[in-house]
């Protein structure tokens, strides 16, 4: 299966690949635009590891055979406690390249933009929107990816009102697509007196990093382009120029803002990044949406709507609505353990593709 063309085992591309990418280091200016020479560097990296565990796969599976061999021989061998040992690491790694198989959006592989809304409910929902921040960037963690804030505004009392990060990492979107929508969630409040449960709900958006894409032709008269000034990294004053930028596109409305990046030019670039990521997934749901009326299925838009409710109080529970994937542990994943949910989003999701 090493040879499948167009999937994670097609080394020949890979190596071809790292190849072509290796070349432009010794390019004239590489470094000049450090940002993207930075971003060719880790591509070489992720490429060259994933090209390094193929080939422990391949080594290990010809093992196991040979093992294997030789315990069908002669069952007592000396041997089959190493067989089976291998057997077992050998059944989590190809377990985790079948769930790579399974990044085959056209923008799986990108880095990502998540942002996350409080819902209605004031000090309860910013606090919520916190805490699902503070988990998204524990996964972020997890996985190595490095991860910036482009822009927020805080809670006056906890939490954010509204957060923008950006995450760099190779199939961030991939892994991260799967937290995009409403969550809900039930605990007793920190905030009341009376100890009373409340319900809390905030919306995630994720996006895929985006330069220039064929899909997606802006043009320079659609957009109406303010500056304004920042407030700085954690809220305080701490810059006196116009830097921050905020972006109109006047055909759909949809307006973005980002305030954290060093200068206005690398604002403006990142918020049209954030600008093509939104335009696409308007074209997606629209996309979505003609295809679900050809086919009779009725969605309600509602706030209500959420993808997964994190119950606190009267008991643990997390559930993905989709899915159906729960667990009885809300505690680890709150603190970012999101590769279960994330792994029964992207089986479902190939599972609707098919049907």
């Known amino acids: 299966m090493w040879t499948r063309s167009g999937g994670i085992f097609d080394l020949d591309r890979k190596r071809d690949e790292v190849g072509e990418l290796e070349a432009q280091l010794n390019a004239p200016g ?14 070489i990296a992720d490429l ?44 989590a790694r190809v377990r985790q390249l079948e ?45 190595a990816w490095s991860t910036r804030i482009l822009d927020e505004s805080r809670g006056e009392i906890a939490g954010y009102k509204r957060l923008t990060v950006a995450v760099e990492g190779r199939f961030a979107y991939g892994w991260l697509k799967s937290e995009a929508g409403v969550h809900r969630l039930v605990r007793i409040s920190p905030f009341d007196a009376e100890q009373m449960r409340h319900t809390s709900f905030a919306l995630v958006e994720v996006l895929p990093e985006l330069e220039d894409v064929e899909e997606i032709k802006i043009k320079p008269e659609e ?23 905020r972006i109109v596109h006047l055909p759909t409305g949809i307006m973005v803002t980002c305030q954290n990046e060093r200068s206005q030019i690398q604002n403006r670039e990142t918020a049209m990044k954030i600008l093509r990521g939104k335009l696409l997934a308007r074209q997606m749901a629209e996309l979505k949406l003609e295809k679900d009326q050809l086919r009779g299925v009725v969605l309600s838009p509602e706030w209500g709507n959420q993808i997964r409710s994190y119950v606190l109080q009267p008991y643990k529970m997390v559930k993905d609505h989709r899915t159906k994937y729960e667990t009885s542990d809300p505690d680890a994943v709150l603190e970012g353990g999101l590769d279960e949910f994330a792994e029964a989003f992207l089986r479902w999701q190939h599972e609707l593709k098919a049907s």
Not at 107 to 125: C, L, N, P, V
């Open 48 to 91: 060259k590891a994933e090209l390094e565990e193929n080939e422990r796969v391949r080594t290990d599976i010809a093992e196991a055979q040979e093992l294997a061999r030789l315990d069908a021989e002669d069952p007592k061998h000396p041997l089959k406690a190493e067989l089976e040992k291998k057997a077992s690491e050998l059944e």
């Open 30 to 43: 590489f470094w000049d635009a450090r940002e993207q020479a930075v971003a060719v560097t880790k591509k």
């Open 223 to 245: 957009l109406r382009v303010d500056t304004y000034l920042s407030s700085g990294h954690g809220g305080q004053s701490v810059q006196t120029t116009y830097s921050a930028v």
């Open 99 to 143: 769930l790579a198989l399974l990044l085959d959006g056209a923008y799986d592989e990108k880095s990502a933009i998540f942002t996350i809304h409080a819902g209605s409910g004031g000090t309860e929902a910013m606090d919520w929107a916190g805490m699902l921040a503070r988990m998204l960037l524990r996964y972020c963690e997890r996985k």
